[in-house]
């Protein structure tokens, strides 16, 4: 098959199986309750459990699963093409982490209690900081390397840093808080919660989106790309900060879902090519579908508590991943 | 002869060493210059700070007589083409991709590819004939092939200047042959012109106009190929001795090491 063929099948197969996933996510849940019957009531105007669950613990559930999917792999495409490297993400370049931290402190200190923006504008706040970090420590001439590892050690920092936060805080279910923020998770997500998150994901899609042109002029390395006419400065603060608006948006009320931003490009390079602007919004939609499918799954599997979505989506990209790596090992340089 | 490239008193450095001191040169319409010297004279930095990639630390540069920073970004890069040393690829992309890439200054950042690029592009391939390559992965190909792509790219911008570092180092004799034809006889047409960073002298004095030799930063020795490739000036900068014959097709063919 072509590629361009192959591409066209890749983004039907990713459209339809949006929907799918959407209907099983919105059908899964601790609670019966019927998904037909909730959306019959709600039309009918009738106040019913059904109905309830559906518009406010379903509904903002699925579709904060595709946003923050998509913020996330969208965000991991970026970095990549940005760096021209297949190794960056957000979450193993500890902007994700670093968001989380920020997060954290800001609500177990007590300072959300000025309003519902101080959160996302925190871990916002924390994620645009470690890419400034990162790219300031880097210095002048950034090999992608250093850049990766700097955002490893800070990924171990803000890590560690988190902990402690959480250890300190005045606050009896540090441990179960510790694993939601780290490994992430949707459940109990509300509406004010996917409204609150939303609009800034939004402006980081389109920041990150504006910048697909460059991207693409990005594999011919900095100096062509500048002899093509791109402000690399200006093009590297709307990536960067498109990042840092989407990723921090997701943490700040997901937590830290890792491996989506890492691993959705790889998975559709092969399908769609390597073209890292085309790549971006591809790999949006990957990473929509994956978290959906990984978020239903979280709410099929039995036990006495639901399982992090972080774990799923680490369980199930995992070995897929290895397999990608092997098979292009040659092309990976 | 009008310039259309003009620098003047160049200077540039990097902490205590001074890379580049009081470089003054001019590029004419339709004519190849050739930047030569021994490693580490600065000849890479130069054409980096010719293409507007690098920032000098003071100097003068005018593309047309306008000042490279009032000039957008997008028209000075329709304008002038970098072609980078070994056309470095960073993913496995398609070959017809990357000639794309070479319609970028003429882009907005949503527009697509329109019939003009198309037409650009179709004449870039045409030209350096690699239609062949096309629907290749080009981390698939060779050296000499992933040039002539990257040619092809500088091409589809249909750029008056083409700025080339070091186009040939890489390559098979056949290969230098023919992208040293290529940019020749692009840039024979009346306005256009070529700025060429090359190690290979008989090439230097083959196909550019005039050399300038480049030595510890300053420009040592500019003329016509056969004046800047004197016997005393090999010595002195390269320190070689060459065997030369400036009669078509020129040779000069390194012999022998002084010390």
Known sequence: MKLTDRSGFSLVLLLLSIPLFFYLNLNSGPTDASILQGIQDLIRGEQSTDSLIFIEIRLPRAILAICIGFSLALSGAALQGLLINPLASPDLLGVSQTGVLAAVIVLYYGLSAFGWFIIPLAAMSGALLAAALIFILAGRYQSALTIILIGIAINAMTMAMTSLALNFAPNPFALQEIYFWMLGSLSNRSNNELLFALPFMLVGWVLILSCKRFLDAMSLGEATAKSLGFNIRQQKYLLVTGVAFSTGAAVAVSGNISFIGLMIPHLLRPLVGHEPGRLLFYSGLGGASLLLLADTLVQLLPGAQELQVGVVTAALGGPFFLYLIFKNRHVLR | ?259
């Open chain 2, 1 to 259: 002869m009008s310039a259309i490239l003009q620098a003047t008193n160049i200077n540039w450095r990097i902490g205590n060493a001074q890379i580049l001191q009081d470089i003054s040169l001019q590029l004419n319409a339709g004519e190849i210059v050739g930047i030569i010297g021994p490693n580490g004279a600065g000849k890479s930095s130069l054409l980096n700070i010719l293409a507007g990639i690098t920032e000098p630390d003071s100097g003068a540069l005018q593309l047309h007589g306008a000042y490279y920073n009032t000039l957008e970004r997008r028209a000075f890069a329709r304008q002038l083409a970098y072609l980078e040393q070994e056309a470095r690829i960073n993913w496995p992309l398609l070959t017809e991709r990357v000639i794309e890439l070479g319609r970028s200054p003429h882009q907005s950042a949503y527009s697509r590819l329109e019939e003009t690029d198309n037409t650009a592009i179709a004449q870039a391939i045409a030209e350096t004939g690699i239609a062949h390559l096309l629907g290749r992965n080009v981390a698939t190909l060779s050296q000499g092939e992933k040039m002539l792509v990257a040619l092809t790219r500088v091409f589809a911008t249909q750029p008056q200047i083409i700025l080339a570092d070091e186009p040939v180092a890489a390559l098979d004799p056949n290969h230098q042959l023919m992208i040293m034809e290529l940019i020749n006889s692009r840039s024979r047409n009346k306005s256009n012109a070529a700025l060429i960073v090359l190690h290979d002298l008989s090439l230097a004095a083959r196909y550019c106009d005039r050399l300038i030799l480049l030595d510890g930063g300053r420009v040592a020795s500019e003329g016509s190929p056969s004046a800047v490739l004197s016997d005393e000036n090999l010595r002195e900068f390269y320190k070689i001795e060459c065997y030369s014959d400036f009669n078509e097709p020129a040779v000069v063919q390194p012999t022998r090491r002084i010390n």
